[in-house]
C-alpha cells in the first residue's frame, strides 16, 4: 500500500518542472498528430467530417486508456511503440510519443498529456468537421451559381440578348410622354414624306403626263355643247395633269345660263364639265330686249321668241334686289295650273304689296310681298277661288278671301 502511495503521489501532487515537462510533451504529441493527418489521413481520410471526428475520439480515448496501461520499453532514441503499427479510419494512431530526453517520467504525466492529447483531438476534429462541411455547401453553392451563369451567357449568346440587357439595365424607365411624343414624330414625318413624294409625282404628270385629247360636256339642254368646250379653252397638248380646273370652271360659268360648273379629270386623257343650268322663272323688260330672270333673280340670257313665262314688272330687276327676290319666290311657290295663267308680277299701291295680272283680264291682291310666310298659304287657296266668277281675287288674308267683280 505503501508503494503505491509513493506512485500515486507525485501524480497527484506535480511539480513545475513536471507540469513543464507534461505541456511540452502534449505540444510535441499535437506536433506529431497534426504531421500524421497532413501524411497518411489526407489519403485515408476520404469519408464523411461527422464520421472521423467520431473516430478521432474514440481512438484518442484508447490511446489515453493505453498509455495509462502499458509501460515504455525505455531503450534510447526508440520511438516505436506497439501502436505506432496502424492509423485508425478517423486519422489517427495509439502509439506513444519517445524523444530519448523524458524516459525517466512517471505514468501519471504520460496519463495526463494522453488526456490532453485526446480533447486536443477531440476539438480538432470537430472543427475540422465542421470546415469540411462548410466547405461542401460553399464547393455546392459555387458550381450551382457557376452553372447558372453559364446557363444564361448560353442563352444570351445562342438569342443574342445579353449585350441589350446590359445595355438596358443602365437605363431609366422611360416616360409615356416621351413614347406618345416619338409616335407623333414618326407620324409627321410619315405625312411629310408622303407629301412630298406626292407632290414630286404631280409634278412629274404635269411635265411629262398624258395630254387632254377629249373635252366631255354634261348637263346642257338650253346651251350647246360647243359653246361649252369653246369656253372651256384647254390648249392642245397640255397635259391633263396640269389644265388650271379652276380657271377652266370660270370660263365655262360666264356663259350665260350657266348656274354652277364641275371640272374634272378622266383618266388618261379626258377633261369633264358638268354644266348645271340656269332655270327661267320670269323675263324682264330691259333696253335690248325681254331677257330671261332665273329662280336667283339673275337676268341672263335674251329670251327666245314666244316664251311664255310670267313678266316682272319692277322699277328694277337684279339678284341683290329684295323685290326682286320676293317677286321671283312668289312665282316658284304657284301650283303649275296657277303659274300657268300668271301673264305679270307689278307692285300694287305704296310698293309694298304684288298684284297679279291674269288672263281673261282677272287680278290678284297678293298682299305684303314681305311676309314670305304666308305664301305657301295663299298660294294653297288660290287655286280653289280661281273657279269661282269674279274679276279680283283678294287672298292677302289667306283666312278671308274675297272675290269680286271689277
Known amino acids: 500500500m505503501s508503494g503505491d502511495d509513493d506512485q500515486a503521489g507525485p501524480a497527484a501532487r506535480r511539480t513545475?518542472?513536471?507540469?513543464?515537462?507534461?505541456?511540452?510533451?502534449?505540444?510535441?504529441?499535437?506536433?506529431?498528430?497534426?504531421?500524421?493527418?497532413?501524411?497518411?489521413?489526407?489519403?485515408?481520410?476520404?469519408?464523411?467530417?461527422?464520421?472521423?471526428?467520431?473516430?478521432?475520439?474514440?481512438?484518442?480515448?484508447?490511446?489515453?486508456?493505453?498509455?495509462?496501461?502499458t509501460p515504455r520499453s525505455g531503450r534510447t532514441g526508440d520511438t516505436s511503440d506497439?501502436?505506432?503499427?496502424?492509423?485508425?479510419?478517423?486519422?489517427?494512431?495509439?502509439?506513444?510519443?519517445?524523444?530519448?530526453?523524458?524516459?525517466?517520467?512517471?505514468?501519471?504525466?504520460?496519463?495526463?498529456?494522453d488526456r490532453e492529447g485526446a480533447a486536443e483531438r477531440t476539438r480538432?476534429?470537430?472543427?475540422?468537421g465542421a470546415r469540411a462541411q462548410d466547405g461542401a455547401r460553399a464547393q455546392d453553392g459555387a458550381r450551382s451559381r457557376n452553372g447558372r451563369?453559364?446557363?444564361?451567357?448560353d442563352r444570351d449568346r445562342r438569342h443574342g440578348t445579353g449585350a441589350v440587357r446590359d445595355r438596358d439595365a443602365g437605363r431609366p424607365a422611360r416616360d409615356p410622354r416621351y413614347r406618345r411624343r416619338r409616335a407623333l414624330a414618326v407620324v409627321a414625318t410619315l405625312l411629310v414624306v408622303l407629301i412630298g413624294v406626292s407632290a414630286a409625282g404631280w409634278w412629274a404628270l404635269g411635265q411629262f403626263g398624258p395630254?387632254?385629247?377629249?373635252?366631255?360636256?354634261?348637263?346642257?339642254?338650253?346651251?350647246?355643247?360647243?359653246?361649252?368646250?369653246?369656253?372651256?379653252?384647254?390648249?392642245d397638248g397640255t397635259p391633263l395633269a396640269a389644265v388650271d380646273t379652276a380657271a377652266v370652271a370660270a370660263r365655262v360659268g360666264a356663259i350665260p345660263g350657266v348656274a354652277d360648273v364641275a371640272v374634272g379629270r378622266s383618266w388618261p386623257s379626258t377633261l369633264t364639265v358638268?354644266?348645271?343650268?340656269?332655270?327661267?322663272?320670269?323675263?324682264?323688260?330691259?333696253?335690248?330686249?325681254?331677257?330671261?330672270?332665273?329662280?336667283?333673280?339673275?337676268?341672263?340670257?335674251?329670251?327666245?321668241?314666244g316664251v311664255e313665262l310670267p313678266r316682272l314688272e319692277l322699277p328694277r330687276v337684279a339678284p341683290d334686289d329684295p323685290a326682286t327676290l320676293a317677286a321671283v319666290t312668289?312665282?316658284?311657290?304657284?301650283?303649275?295650273?296657277?303659274?300657268?295663267?300668271?301673264?305679270?308680277?307689278?307692285?300694287?299701291?305704296?310698293?309694298?304689296?304684288?298684284?297679279?295680272?291674269?288672263?281673261?283680264?282677272?287680278?290678284?291682291?297678293w298682299g305684303p310681298w314681305s311676309d314670305a310666310t304666308a305664301n305657301p298659304r295663299r298660294a294653297e287657296v288660290l287655286g280653289p277661288l280661281l273657279s269661282r266668277e269674279g274679276t279680283v281675287y283678294d287672298v292677302s288674308s289667306p283666312d278671308l278671301v274675297t272675290v269680286r267683280n271689277g
Open 330 to 365: 312668289v312665282l316658284a311657290s304657284l301650283p303649275d295650273p296657277v303659274r300657268d295663267q300668271v301673264e305679270t308680277l307689278a307692285l300694287g299701291p305704296g310698293g309694298t304689296t304684288f298684284e297679279l295680272g291674269l288672263t281673261e283680264g282677272r287680278r290678284v291682291l
Open 82 to 113: 506497439p501502436a505506432d503499427d496502424g492509423i485508425d479510419d478517423g486519422g489517427y494512431d495509439d502509439g506513444g510519443y519517445d524523444d530519448g530526453a523524458y524516459d525517466d517520467r512517471s505514468s501519471g504525466d504520460e496519463s495526463a498529456a
Open 211 to 235: 395630254a387632254v385629247d377629249h373635252v366631255e360636256v354634261s348637263g346642257t339642254s338650253q346651251i350647246p355643247a360647243p359653246d361649252v368646250s369653246a369656253a372651256a379653252d384647254v390648249p
Open 149 to 153: 451563369d453559364r446557363d444564361g451567357r
Open 16 to 69: 513545475p518542472e513536471q507540469e513543464r515537462t507534461a505541456s511540452e510533451r502534449a505540444r510535441r504529441i499535437r506536433e506529431r498528430r497534426a504531421a500524421e493527418r497532413a501524411g497518411p489521413a489526407a489519403s485515408t481520410g476520404s469519408g464523411p467530417p461527422g464520421r472521423g471526428r467520431r473516430r478521432g475520439t474514440r481512438s484518442g480515448s484508447a490511446d489515453a486508456s493505453a498509455g495509462a496501461r
Open 124 to 128: 480538432t476534429g470537430g472543427r475540422r
Open 274 to 305: 358638268t354644266v348645271t343650268e340656269r332655270s327661267p322663272a320670269a323675263v324682264v323688260e330691259t333696253p335690248d330686249g325681254p331677257e330671261l330672270v332665273d329662280v336667283t333673280g339673275v337676268a341672263y340670257r335674251d329670251a327666245p321668241p
